[in-house]
C-alpha cells in the first residue's frame, strides 16, 4: 500500500460505523474517502478527453499481452505435503525483486497454515517468530509480519466480510492459543477478527454460524478488540503489529489526531526505524483531524524522528506516500507535501530498494507532485510493463512516462505540469 501498505486500508471500512459517532468536521473528511484496494484515481487529474484519447496506448497493450514471467507464487506451495509442512514456510521466495509475488506467497503461507490441525498452527508460529525475529522485510522494504495480517484484514481480504469465515478463524485460534499461549501474535489475530466485525458488519453467511442472527454491536465489538489487546502486554513489548491495529481501533472510537500522534510515537519509541507504525496512522490522523495537511505534516516529522540517519526523507515520504496509494488522490490532494524532501526521501527509499515496483511508485508519485527532475531520474531505471496495481489504467503510465521526458522550455507543447495537461480532442468522421 506500499507498503504495504500498511493498516491505512482497514480504516476505510471503519467509515461505516463512526459517521454517527464523530463530528461535523469528520464526517466532511469521508467524502474523499477511497477504497484501499484501488489505485491511485489518477482521471481527477486528466482532462476527460485524455482517457479517451489514451484508450490504446503502448502501455495499454502491453498490459493486455499474456505472459509467463515466473512460476506461480501458489505453485510453490508444492513443498507442502497436505497439512504437514515439510520445511518451513518462511524458505520460501519468490523471484528476486518481485514484490508483488512476494507478497502472494507471503499471504497464501499465512492463509493456508491458518486451519485447527495442530502442526499447521504450529508451523506458522515458528513462521511468524522467524519474520518477527529477524524483521524481515520484502523487497520494497514492507514487513513481512505486517503482510501476513493484511490477509486477514477485511480491508484487504473480501472474505474476512463474511462472520462464518472469521468464526473458522476464531476456532483455529482458540487452538492456537491453547498451544501457545504466551504467543505475542495469537493476540493480535484474535483482536482482528472482532475488529473485521465491528467494521464490516460480518454477514452471516451459513445457518449454522455461531454469529446468531440480529444486528452487530460495532462499538462492542471495538472495545472488545481492544480489551484483547489490553490483555496481552507481552505482545504489546514484542510485535509492531499490535501498536497498529490499537491506532486503528483507538480512532475508531474517536481518538483525537493529537491522541493517534501520541500513539505512534509511543509505538516508535518501542520500535525505532519501524515506519509502518506511522504510515499506520496516517489515514486516522486525516480523519480525526480538523486541519489534515497540519497534522499528517507532524506525523510524517514524528517518522522522520523516530528513524535511523539516513533514512530519515525516506520515512517522511512513506508517510505521503501510505495516503497516495492506500486512499487515492481525493484524499492525497487535501495536503501540502514538500516537494523537496520528497525528491531526498524518493533518493534514499530507490536506493535501498532498487527494484521496480518502487521505481514505478516513485513515478507515480512524482508526476501527481509535478516533480519532474525526480520522475525522469526514476524513469530511467522502469524496465518492465505497468504494475496494474499501481497505475491503475495502464495509459497512465505513458501519460506519465511522456510528461516527465519534455523539454523544460516553457514553449514547448505540453510543459505545463502533468495534472494540468490538454491533450487534443480525436476527430470524428462523419
Given amino acids: 500500500m506500499l507498503q504495504s501498505p500498511s493498516a491505512t486500508g482497514r480504516w476505510v471500512r471503519a467509515t461505516v460505523i463512526v459517521l454517527s459517532l464523530t463530528s461535523p468536521a469528520f464526517v466532511a473528511s469521508a467524502a474523499f474517502a477511497n477504497d484501499a484496494r484501488s489505485a491511485p484515481p489518477m482521471q481527477h487529474l486528466l482532462p476527460e478527453a485524455a482517457a ?3 484508450a490504446k496506448t503502448p502501455a495499454a497493450a ?37 514484490e508483488v509475488a512476494e507478497r502472494r506467497v507471503i499471504g497464501a503461507l499465512a492463509r493456508s497454515s491458518f486451519a485447527k490441525n495442530p502442526d499447521s498452527l504450529d508451523q506458522l508460529e515458528e513462521t511468524l517468530s522467524t519474520f518477527l525475529k529477524t524483521d524481515a522485510r520484502t523487497a520494497s522494504g514492507a514487513s513481512k509480519l505486517g ?7 477485511a480491508a484487504y481480504n473480501v472474505d474476512f466480510e463474511h462472520r462464518f ?21 495469537v493476540p493480535v489475530f484474535k483482536a482482528l477478527m472482532y475488529t473485521n466485525i465491528a467494521t464490516t458488519g460480518s454477514v452471516v453467511t451459513v445457518p449454522l454460524s455461531s454469529a446468531g442472527s440480529g444486528p452487530v454491536d460495532h462499538k462492542a465489538y471495538l472495545s472488545k478488540a481492544r480489551a484483547t489487546l489490553e490483555a496481552a502486554p507481552h505482545a504489546a513489548d514484542a510485535n509492531p503489529q499490535w501498536h497498529s491495529l490499537m491506532i486503528s481501533i483507538r ?10 500522534l501520541a500513539l505512534a510515537k509511543g509505538a516508535g519509541a ?6 509502518s507504525l506511522f504510515t499506520a496512522a496516517a489515514w486516522p490522523i486525516m480523519f480525526a483531524s480538523k486541519d489534515a495537511a497540519r497534522d499528517l505534516e507532524s506525523l510524517a516529522q514524528a517518522a522522520a524522528e523516530n528513524a535511523n540517519v539516513g533514512g530519515k526523507n525516506e520515512a517522511f515520504t512513506r508517510v505521503y506516500m501510505a495516503v497516495l496509494f492506500g486512499q487515492g488522490l481525493p484524499a492525497f490532494q487535501f495536503l501540502q507535501m514538500n516537494t523537496d524532501r520528497f525528491a531526498e526521501g524518493a533518493r534514499e527509499i530507490a536506493a535501498k530498494h532498487p527494484i521496480d515496483f518502487v521505481y514505478q511508485r516513485l513515478a507515480l508519485m512524482s508526476c501527481v507532485l509535478a516533480d519532474k527532475g525526480t520522475a525522469r531520474n526514476v524513469w530511467k531505471e522502469i524496465r518492465q510493463r505497468p504494475i496494474q496495481s499501481i497505475w491503475g489504467q495502464p495509459e497512465f503510465f505513458d501519460l506519465c512516462q511522456a510528461w516527465s521526458s519534455q523539454d523544460e522550455d516553457p514553449k514547448a507543447q505540453g510543459a505545463e505540469p502533468f495534472e494540468k495537461r490538454e491533450f487534443k480532442q480525436p476527430e470524428i468522421e462523419n
Fill in 52 to 54: 479517451d484519447q489514451a
Fill in 62 to 98: 502491453l498490459a493486455e499481452t499474456e505472459y509467463v514471467l515466473e512460476q506461480s507464487p501458489l505453485e510453490a506451495l508444492n513443498r507442502h505435503n497436505g497439512l504437514k509442512v515439510q520445511q518451513p514456510s518462511y524458505i520460501l521466495t519468490a523471484p528476486p525483486g518481485d
Fill in 147 to 153: 503482510i501476513a495480517y493484511e490477509r486477514f484484514d
Fill in 165 to 185: 469465515n472469521i468464526d473458522m478463524t476464531l476456532e483455529a485460534i482458540a487452538t492456537w492459543e491453547q498451544r501457545h499461549p504466551k504467543s505475542v501474535f
Fill in 251 to 260: 480512532a475508531m472510537q474517536s481518538a483525537t489526531a493529537q491522541d493517534i
Fill in 270 to 275: 518501542k520500535f525505532p526505524d519501524e515506519h
